[in-house]
């Protein structure tokens, strides 16, 4: 990454690679369950998870 992209901008993009992620495995996870919602919530708790943790480093 280049020097003029601000810590808080490169957060929020990993922050955004995260729940996007989560929600990918969510809805995959509710159809593999048959049981979309729950698979979406589960996903996106994963995402926040994720997200935070790349956002982090």
């Known amino acids: 990454m280049s020097d003029d992209v601000e810590d808080g901008e490169l957060d929020g993009q990993m922050m955004g690679v995260g729940i996007a ?3 990918g495995i969510g809805v995959s996870l509710g159809v593999a369950m048959d049981d979309i919602p729950l698979g979406i919530a589960i996903g996106m708790g994963v995402g926040i998870a994720l997200g935070t943790g790349l956002s982090a480093q």
């Open 21 to 23: 992620l989560g929600a």
